[in-house]
């Protein structure tokens, strides 16, 4: 058998993050200049069933039989093995490498998700279909945190811009014009899983008011949605601005996120805010190419981590 390499990028939620836990549309994209890589090898000389981990950027180095039982590797083999009808898998190594920051809000968890998935399909010789792949994945992500939207495992998988909702089926975007945006890491972890108890325990606290946030930034996911397939880039700007001023008052951002947002927009950035679980991770701006460089450079500036550009470009014809 042959050595298998399976990749997926990260993504950037770029309207609706938390809300779209509770039923409202959101927007995201894939960031593809940082990407999670599986690979996967035969093991020649070992019995059936007898598979090893190897993921150096965690320093996980395990028989998968010794990593407890909800640890997110462990799920993704029991989930496509359950899926496949598999009795069990033949001996291999698992490889996992990612260029994507970790508990950052960029889709880390579910892209290597959807890698380890798809590369051990492919290794065992039976490829599943997209649909699947995100279903598959999804079920991975509900090891990670109780109630994912599942918007994270469908903009990986499908590598496209989506508009999601949650429990109906994507609307892929076709962006009208190139989108430019600096991804600025507060270099502070942030737990998705947390951050959504977080706002869960302010929303049952006054459903009311909580619910009223909710709405306002799936109106404003709505809003971006046209200007995103009319290609008005400029019009993105103040509804970045105004998602994030939503996104603070449900208690998601942070000191350090907060620096970096001003940073990007005094340096000429059309709009910025957190992007993913936030309290902590990454924020994102949209630019122009003329002011990339200085909103990067004011990004390092005020204490990011590193900054990096992301490029959403519309689809080729034909
Ligand atoms: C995480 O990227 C986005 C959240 O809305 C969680 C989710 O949708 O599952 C915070």
Known sequence: ????LATAPGKAILFGEHAVVYGRPAVA???TEVRAKATVMPLISGPAGRVEIHAPDIQLESPLADLPGEHPLKVAFHTLQAHLGLERFPAL?????????LAAGLGSSAATSVAVLKALSEFLGRPLEKAELNRLAYEVERAHHGSPSGIDNTV?????????????????LEVAAPLILLVGDTGVPGSTAEAIAGVRRLRDADPAAVEAIFDRIGRLAETARDHLLAGSVT???????ENHRLLEQIGVSSAELERLVTAAREAGAYGAKLSGGGRGGNMIALVSEERLEAVRDAL??????R???ARILPAVEG
């Open 29 to 31: 994209v894939p960031v």
């Open 300 to 305: 390092l500036a005020a204490g990011a981590r």
């Open 307 to 309: 900054a990096f550009a």
């Open 156 to 172: 990986i998988t499908y590598e496209q811009p989506v508009f999601f909702r949650r429990g109906e089926p994507f609307q892929p």
């Open 93 to 101: 190594r698992l490889q996992v490498r990612s260029t994507i920051p």
């Open 1 to 4: 058998m042959p050595h298998i």
């Open 235 to 241: 019009a993105l700007g103040p509804l970045m601005d």
